[in-house]
């Protein structure tokens, strides 16, 4: 028996909206939204220790709603959630840190987007490599931590 939180069902309605919202499915890339089942229920599997501050940043959007998020037609969905996202503050940041992490595990985005959906050790990944001088600035500044 879990004693883990869980979400309402309204809760859950309103967070799969949210995150359909988030990451619309796209035909151009033949990938899925964040709302897509498999995806979403990985999403609810996943919110453990920050389902707590996604339960706050769910009853923020309620609240922006006016009611229900899900009931809310595409158009006043978005501009709910372009509001959301400029005031949802750390609750937010947690939701959305467990819906781009559910998003990004699974295996038809990572085809989509050419790498093979698989942990990346002990084999590791190719990484391109950068212009290694843009981090000149950051090298040359003080230190900006304190000395144990």
Not at 28 to 53: H, K, Q
Not at 70 to 78: I, K, T, V
């Amino acid at each position: 028996m879990s004693t883990a939180p869980t979400l309402t069902h309204a809760e859950a309605r309103d967070l799969r909206a949210l995150a359909g919202a988030m990451i619309p499915a796209s035909a151009e890339y033949n990938v899925p939204g964040a709302d897509d089942e498999l995806i979403f229920t990985d999403i609810l599997r996943s919110l453990e220790r920050d389902c707590e501050d996604c339960r706050a940043a769910l009853k923020d959007l309620a609240r922006l709603s006016g009611g229900s998020f899900a009931d809310l037609a595409a158009e006043r969905r978005n501009e709910v959630a372009a509001t959301f996202k400029k005031s949802g503050g750390a609750p937010l940041s947690a939701l959305s840190r467990v819906v781009l992490l559910c998003y990004y595990r699974d295996d038809r985005l990572m085809n989509s987007l050419g790498q093979e959906p698989r942990a990346p050790f002990p084999r590791g990944h190719e990484v391109e490599q950068g212009d290694w001088s843009l981090l000149d600035p950051v090298r040359k500044r003080a230190p900006i931590h304190r000395r144990p």
